[in-house]
């Protein structure tokens, strides 16, 4: 049913999960360019290592931060940090990879979503007023009274909308930092994985032992690819990881064709149970 392609592929996982360490997710309000530790002494994951920020926009966040405190809200942030060291793309991914999660009673999704009252996407408010503000600022006039004058920026709001489940916000984090680092996918199903599977895919290793075996996984996938042979005829190849390590699978044949006729073909970031006989 399922061969394994090019043995196992080595699983990337956190300090959390091999020294019991516990570090904690990038924060524009604590953390530095690389790891570091923070006044608790906790281990904060840099924002330096975050996808799509680049050195200057670490710089200048930190540098900011050091000189005039901690960003109480992201439009704060906007205002003080210049838009050409952060712009768009940076700030996108700090806010998928949890950077923004110190700001109180705000989610990522609202970074990424409009609502009703206004389809703007909340990043797109935020650099549209630090836009604003900037240009604001570089216009400044003189009043007959020798007084700086100004326009005052209303602050607009963040979108209201429905949090992202655990699901995609721990995709999107791994995405932009390499590997989960709040959680896990598979979290809420540990009781069942550990009590209803017969191994875990980092023991799918040991060939030998396996040999004529029936076993159980469950896993969540991780890739998948839908392919054509070079005879024609489709096959379907994927990763599936649980807490121990992935593995890649190839699933072909009337086993792949059979899951196609029924429309359920295999996606990513779907939770897989799979039950097969190891030959």
Known sequence: FFQAEDGIRDYKVTGVQTCALLILGPDVNESQYNFGVNDKGEIRFGLGAVKGVGEGAVQAII???????????????????????????????LAMAGA?????????AQYFAGDAKDPV??????????SAFSNN??????????????????VPALPETAPWNSLEKLRREKEV????I???????????????????????KEVDRLKDKDISIAGILTEVNHRMSKTGKPF?????EDFSGSINLVLFG????????KSTRLNSSHLVISYAVFC
């Open 182 to 204: 709040s959680g896990h996918p598979l979290d809420e199903y540990r009781f069942e994985i550990d009590h209803f599977c017969t191994h875990k895919i980092d023991e799918l």
């Open 236 to 240: 379907g190849s994927f990763t599936i």
């Open 63 to 93: 540098e900011e931060r050091n000189r005039s405190g901690i960003f109480s809200n992201i439009f704060e942030l906007a205002q003080r940090v210049s838009t050409k060291a952060v712009n768009k793309r940076c700030l996108e991914s």
């Open 100 to 108: 923004f999660d110190c700001f109180e009673g705000i989610h990522r």
């Open 254 to 261: 009337s086993d792949y064709g059979k899951l196609d006729r």
């Open 177 to 180: 930092i390499g590997f989960y």
């Open 137 to 154: 600022s570089s216009s400044m006039t003189q009043t007959l009274f020798g007084e700086d004058h100004h326009e005052t920026i209303a």
């Open 121 to 130: 996407p909340g990043i797109e408010r935020v650099t549209r007023f630090a």
